[in-house]
């Protein structure tokens, strides 16, 4: 599929060379390439896909990237209908992707899909400059949005699975994400909205409503579709990237499905259209998230030693010690008289810190003791509102062992004031509700804030938004100075037994000490 029109032009040349010599058999065979053309068209406008539609086709990429298939495998004319209509859906697609590869600008169509799925009012935040920009947190839900529809989709390049004991180990695939992140962003943005301005039976909310627009704290889903397009505009050259990377990916799924089409459901191919047409708007958020990955490094880390930050002995989960690390002391000593001392687990500073190299982490096994998970308990030198946690780990590419990254992590935070965390307990309990439930081994005050999944196949650097935000609360006694990071699982489904933190950063508003 995709075959430049040349070739095209070539085949069909090659066809007219091939019939007999009269002007009745010119025609005939012409006319049944015409038709090829045209039922292969309605075959997949009238597939029940409501993302194949002609428009889809774009009219000229449309015939290049049909016709060649069916030139080159001629034997698809004689499958059954069902599988002629699957590959009818993939060249649809496949004329998609071709036509969404070439534009500049963004596709209104992809804007409008999830201007409908948003709240009337969605509260903005300032970005280093004072200007309202749209917040992490919606950009992190429209990301797994998307990617949670086309959770039906295969893998674009499936490898085998990490074995522990192996030195090259196969490559995790990304995450399989849900709508879940999007459900808790609805439920922040009305905690938001309603921390604002009030309920909305109230007769001052219209009010006040006005005002926090004129004051750009709120806009309207028409503004941030428009604000969705300058965004476009302002890294469109990551966009590009982002763009060639995600439809090389959907290239890949679908040469791999044309090769089996019979182990591929209907479902399945529908998946893989609604992630073709969501392409710009993905491409787009991985490139506004990376960008403000990029931007925390000028931000104040409070989760460093250099701010005052150390680790909580007692919450934070063992070292994990590496079989050759593992000797008893008499074997160490000698070691040490022979000039070759066997090294020591890394501590959990390690994660505090900053790294250059592979090996500079972390690491903590996988199921410890306390059957709580990898767990660093940190007590920061600054009362602060969290809003951003950065999450920091070796390159995938040339990883060891790249089954050893967190997956699943979350943050919690300890909030001293008795009545205050009964709020934030609420509220969180609100974000959070779709979450399996764990029995916690912590004392009272201890309350989650945040949830996130750490992409294997993304960026080292990855930056994610706090959902609970204390500051909805509007006071000093909602702040905290202790957290607690947990990593739920890693990316080797159980065949590495630990995993590893290179580094973990923490930003948000400091505020002045409360008084209890």
Known sequence: MGQSVVSYICVSVFILKLTPETSSWKWITMAALVVAVFSTVLGATKSGDPTLTPANYYMFDGFKNILPSYVSSPSRWFEPAEIRTIFNRLDAIDASITYLRSRSDIDKASIDGFRQLLPDFITLEKDKAGNPTIPASLWYAIRSKIRADASLSRPADPQPPISSGSSKPGKETGPIPTAQDWERWLTGNKARLRSWAGEEFDELFPVRIQQLI????????????????????????????????????????????????????????????????????????????????????????????????????????????????????????????????????????????????????????????????????????????????????????????????????????????REMYKSIKEESDKIFADDDAVDLPLDLGWVRVATWSYDNQGDSVQAFPVQVDLKNFKTNSAATNAVLFRAKNNWSEGKVPYVCLYRIRLHGDAVQKPEF
């Not at 399945?268 to 998230?289: G, R």
């Not at 994660?351 to 996988?366: R, V």
């Not at 780990?393 to 062992?401: C, D, I, K, R, T």
């Open 214 to 417: 004129k004051d750009s704290q709120i806009a309207s889903r028409d503004e941030v579709s428009n604000m969705i397009a300058r965004d476009w505009d302002r890294v469109q050259l990551e966009v590009k990237t982002q763009v060639r990377s995600l439809a090389q990916g959907l290239e890949r799924q679908i040469a791999d499905i044309a090769k089996q089409p019979n182990s591929i459901s209907v479902k399945e191919v529908q998946a893989i259209a609604k992630h073709a047409v969501n392409l710009q708007m993905e491409a787009l958020t991985n490139s506004v998230l990376k960008d403000q990955a990029k931007d925390s490094d000028l931000r104040i880390n409070y989760a460093s030693k250099g701010f005052g930050a150390s680790i909580n002995p007692i919450l934070t989960s063992p070292n994990y010690v590496f079989p050759s690390m593992n000797v008893n002391k008499m074997k160490r000593f000698l070691g040490w008289v022979a000039q070759r001392p066997i090294p020591i687990p890394n501590s959990a500073e390690a994660a505090l810190t900053s790294w250059s190299e592979h090996g500079d982490c972390w690491c903590s096994p996988a199921n410890n003791t306390r059957g709580f998970g990898p767990s660093l308990s940190v007590i920061m030198g600054h009362y602060v509102f969290p809003d951003q946690v950065v999450v920091e780990h070796y390159p995938q590419a040339s990883a060891l062992v790249p089954g050893s990254t967190p997956k699943d992590m979350e943050m919690l935070v300890f909030i001293e004031d």
